[in-house]
Each structure stands twice: as structure tokens, then as C-alpha cells.
């Protein structure tokens, strides 16, 4: 059964760097794309973007730069990174996979979410 | 980057009502559209992807059809357990995009 969970801080600085893992049990992240996605108060999803096991990733550019994944496969996790914070950036955070699914690509497994509240 | 719009933004309808909700892409998805369903302090689940096809566990009455920019979403008998929030979202191109959500609640 693949399950996804986020761990990290609650609460970021504005400014700062939001810093989340996504663990994933019941499946190698070898082989698959891995997406962010986060989802503010009361409001809708936006897709943050997606890592490869091979490393190669694309985010979106809404986020004008401030993005950045990584992997560690040996730990069997995927993390995201989000610089120079604001208080529009306070939003539950999902990780999911990004599952090839006949010719295309959709989010089939989620994470429960993470809350990030970024205040001073 | 590619829009999505979801009609209408809120339904109220009863258990055993025939439900139907659209979602419009600003340009040619071709049939890459999933449509997610979220309850209140949970994970979106996918429900149904290349406008069509049904999820493995996904009950028999929802289903989607559409393809282009115009899309839907139809419950054939509301059960209690759907009444929730739902998203479509394109699968053609990046940035993925999410439409701005359907809640769907029991009248």
C-alpha cells in the first residue's frame, strides 16, 4: 500500500525558507514523478511542481523562482523547498505521486497535508 | 498557462439526485482532465482521469465525459458520503491546473 507523509516545521518566518519531506512507504520513488501541491485557507490547489528519481524537475513558474526539490533515495524521500516566504504562502502543503496513467500523468497517491503558517 | 473554470462554483442537491458539474479549460486539453474529490480536512482523491476513465475503486455512478475545453463531472444517485468538494484539473501541459473547486452540499 503507498502511503506519502509530509513532515516539517509548522510555522516559518516571513522571508525565510520553508523546508518539507514527503516519506514514502509501500513503493521505491524510483521510477516515478513525484509533485508538490498546496492548497491555501478555504481556497483552491495549486500544483507547486515535480521531481524525478533521475533528478530532473520543473516547477511552476508562479512561484517566480522561489522553488526547489530534491530527492534522497536512499531515504526513500522527496523534499521542497520554498524561499523568501510570505503570509500568502500559509497553505496546507500535499506531496502525491505523479503516476503515468494510460498516456499522461495524474496525482494518485497524496500525502494527509502539512499546514505551513507563515507569520512573525 | 492554462485556465480552468468549474460550474457551478456551489450546488445544493439531495441523496438520490442526479448531480452534474463542468469544468472549462481556456484551450485544447484534448481528453487530459481528472476530476479529484476532497472532504473537509482530508487529501484529494482521484476519481476519475482522461476525462473518462473511472479510478480502480471508484463507485459506478460517478463519471466523466468531454473532451476539448468542455468537460463534466455526473453523479448519477447522490449517497451521503459524497457530498464534498470537487476539482477537475488538465493533464496536457505545465503548469498542471486546478479548477476553482465545486462544493456540493445535501440540501
Known amino acids: 500500500q503507498v502511503q506519502l507523509q509530509e513532515s516539517g516545521p509548522g510555522l516559518v518566518r516571513p522571508s525565510e525558507t520553508l523546508s518539507l519531506t514527503c516519506s514514502v512507504s509501500?513503493?521505491?520513488?524510483?521510477?516515478?514523478?513525484w509533485s508538490w501541491i498546496r492548497q491555501p485557507p478555504g481556497k483552491g490547489l495549486e500544483w507547486l511542481g515535480y521531481i524525478y528519481f533521475s533528478g530532473s524537475s520543473k516547477y511552476n513558474s508562479a512561484l517566480g523562482g522561489r522553488v526547489g526539490m530534491s530527492m534522497d533515495t536512499a531515504k526513500n524521500q522527496f523534499s521542497l523547498g520554498l524561499r523568501s516566504v510570505t503570509e500568502a504562502d500559509t497553505a496546507v502543503y500535499y506531496c502525491?505521486?505523479?503516476?503515468?496513467?494510460?498516456?499522461?500523468?495524474?496525482?494518485?497517491?497524496w500525502g494527509q497535508g502539512a499546514l505551513v503558517v507563515v507569520s512573525s | 498557462d492554462i485556465q480552468m473554470t468549474q460550474s457551478p462554483s456551489f450546488v445544493s442537491a439531495s441523496v438520490g439526485d442526479r448531480v452534474t458539474i463542468t469544468c472549462r479549460a481556456s484551450q485544447d486539453i484534448y481528453r487530459w482532465l481528472a476530476w479529484y474529490q476532497q472532504k473537509p480536512g482530508e487529501a484529494p482523491k482521484l476519481l476519475i482521469y482522461?476525462?473518462?476513465t473511472l479510478q480502480t475503486g471508484v463507485p459506478s455512478r460517478f463519471s466523466g465525459s468531454g473532451s476539448g475545453t468542455d468537460f463534466t463531472l455526473t453523479i448519477s444517485s447522490l449517497q451521503p458520503e459524497d457530498f464534498a468538494t470537487y476539482y477537475c484539473q488538465q493533464a496536457n501541459v505545465f503548469p498542471r491546473a486546478f479548477g476553482q473547486g465545486t462544493r456540493l452540499e445535501i440540501k
Open positions: 502525491a505521486r505523479d503516476n503515468q496513467m494510460g498516456t499522461e500523468y495524474y496525482f494518485d497517491y
Open positions: 482522461a476525462s473518462s
Open positions: 509501500g513503493v521505491s520513488i524510483n521510477n516515478y514523478y
